[in-house]
């Protein structure tokens, strides 16, 4: 097995995840052979790919270099053409709409940001108007899939009249013995 495959099965451990680790902070064997994708993974072999490497050391590499940005998650919104677009590209778009960019001349740099968050804003509600549009769809589906679906006796019914045959025939009986008697 290749160190860089059991290294790069460490960088996908989690520190917040308890199934990653054991108790004493090490990397549970049974998760580097399943990011590492072989079964043949011993405690030794992780520990000399990486002698030092424990839970603090991943949680310590997790935390972003001190001054830097921390990451935003990033949103994905759906264009009209239900093609997957990143926020970066719908921004983009409008430093291509020509006249947004005219309505962005002449404003101070806090007034572009406010146009172009009031933007996203729309996009935001255009998005959320879309969604319940297709929320409503499902719903009407499920109504319909669920009318169309052949009722189901309730067991209960089915089990009092189960009883009730059951009584009847041993009514039948105990009349006929009694006829015969």
Avoid: C
Wanted: net charge negative; glycine share 4%; proline share 6%.
């Amino acid at each position: 097995m290749s160190i860089n495959t059991i290294l790069d099965a460490l960088g996908k451990l989690d520190p917040s995840n308890d199934n990653h680790w054991t108790a004493d902070g090490l990397p549970k064997v049974e998760t580097v052979r399943l990011y590492a994708g072989s079964q043949s993974i011993g405690r030794e072999e992780i520990t000399a790919a990486n002698p030092t490497f424990n839970r603090a050391v991943a949680a310590q590499a997790a935390l972003p270099a001190e001054g830097a940005e921390p990451e935003a998650p990033a949103e994905t919104v759906v264009t009209e053409q239900g093609e997957p677009e990143a926020p970066l590209e719908f921004l983009q778009a409008l430093a291509t709409d020509e006249k947004f960019v005219a309505e962005l001349e002449g404003l101070s740099e806090v007034q572009r940001m406010q146009s172009v968050l009031q933007k996203m804003y729309e996009e935001r509600e255009r998005m959320n108007s879309k969604i319940r549009e297709m929320e409503e769809k499902l719903h009407y589906a499920i109504l319909e899939e669920e009318a169309s679906a052949p009722e189901k006796e309730d067991p209960v019914a089915m089990y009092l009249r189960s009883r009730q045959r059951i009584q009847n025939e041993r009514a039948a009986e105990v009349t006929g013995r009694s006829a015969a008697v």
